[in-house]
C-alpha cells in the first residue's frame, strides 16, 4: 500500500504554545492532501486540506504546509489549546478517490 | 455532528458470525465510503460507492462486502468473522473542497468486537 508516516506518534505541547505536527507521504504523485482530527471515541474530523499547486492553505488558528521536494507536510496550530488534544492524520490521494492515511500522532496539551 | 450516521455503535459477536453495519450519508451527497480502523493498522480504505455503484475497492477482505441502496445509505456485510475482524469501522460520504478535491466527512464509526 502507500507510505504515509508521521515523524512523531505522540507530542505534547503547552496551552498556548503553536503545535505543529509533521507528516512524511512517499508517493510524488499525490495531488491532494488532508489533516484530519480524531478525537477519542469519536470518527475523524476535517481539519483542512491543501492541493500540490499550493505550498501553504490557512484556516482559523491553523496552517498547513506542502514541501513537495521532499515530500513533507506540516500542520501548525497556534494558541494550541486543551480542546485541540486529539490523533492528527494526514492523507493523501494521487487521484480517484482514495485515501491512504498515516497512523496518527497523538496530540497532548497541557494546561 | 458531521451528519454522517451509522449504527449500531457496538457489536459484540463471536467467531464464525455474520454483522451487518449501516451507514447513511450526508444528505446530498452521493459517495460514501467504508474504513476499517484498528490499533495496528491505522484507518485502512475498504470500499467506495457512489449514487449506488461501486466505484473504488481498497483492502476489503472477500469475507467482506457492502451495497449502496437506491436511498443512498449503504451497508457493510462482514461474514466469517475471525477474532482480528475487532476494529472500529467507519463511514464517510463526501463534498466536494474549495481547494479542488473531495473532503470526506465521517460517521462516528461502529466497534466492533468478535470473541
Known amino acids: 500500500g502507500e507510505s504515509v508516516g508521521l515523524h512523531l506518534p505522540t507530542l505534547s505541547v503547552q496551552e498556548g504554545d503553536n503545535s505543529i505536527i509533521n507528516c512524511a507521504y512517499s508517493?510524488?504523485?499525490?495531488?491532494?492532501f488532508i489533516w484530519y482530527k480524531q478525537e477519542s471515541g469519536k470518527g475523524p474530523q476535517f481539519i483542512i486540506d491543501?492541493?500540490?499547486?499550493?505550498d501553504k492553505r490557512q484556516g482559523q488558528r491553523v496552517t498547513v504546509l506542502l514541501n513537495k521536494t521532499v515530500k513533507h507536510l506540516s500542520l501548525q496550530i497556534a494558541a494550541t489549546q486543551p480542546g485541540d488534544s486529539a490523533v492528527y492524520f494526514c492523507?493523501?490521494?494521487?487521484?480517484?478517490?482514495?485515501?491512504?492515511f498515516g497512523t496518527g500522532t497523538s496530540l497532548t496539551v497541557i494546561p | 455532528d458531521s451528519g454522517v450516521t451509522q449504527t449500531p455503535k457496538h457489536l459484540i459477536t463471536a467467531t464464525g458470525q455474520r454483522v451487518t453495519l449501516r451507514c447513511s450519508p450526508r444528505?446530498?451527497?452521493?459517495?460514501v465510503y467504508w474504513y476499517q480502523q484498528s490499533l495496528d493498522q491505522g484507518l485502512q480504505f475498504l470500499i467506495q460507492?457512489?449514487?449506488?455503484?461501486?466505484?473504488a475497492k481498497g483492502n476489503i477482505l472477500e469475507r467482506f462486502s457492502a451495497q449502496q441502496f437506491p436511498d443512498l445509505h449503504s451497508e457493510l456485510n462482514l461474514s466469517s468473522l475471525e477474532l482480528g475482524d475487532s476494529a472500529l469501522y467507519f463511514c464517510?460520504?463526501?463534498?466536494?473542497?474549495?481547494?479542488?478535491?473531495?473532503?470526506?466527512?465521517f460517521g462516528a464509526g461502529t466497534r466492533l468486537s468478535v470473541l
Open positions: 464517510a460520504s463526501s463534498a466536494h473542497s474549495l481547494a479542488g478535491g473531495d473532503i470526506q466527512y
Open positions: 508517493n510524488s504523485a499525490s495531488d491532494y
Open positions: 491543501i492541493r500540490s499547486n499550493m
Open positions: 492523507a493523501e490521494n494521487k487521484g480517484g478517490n482514495q485515501f491512504y
Open positions: 444528505s446530498g451527497d452521493l459517495s
Open positions: 460507492y457512489y449514487n449506488g455503484e461501486e466505484r
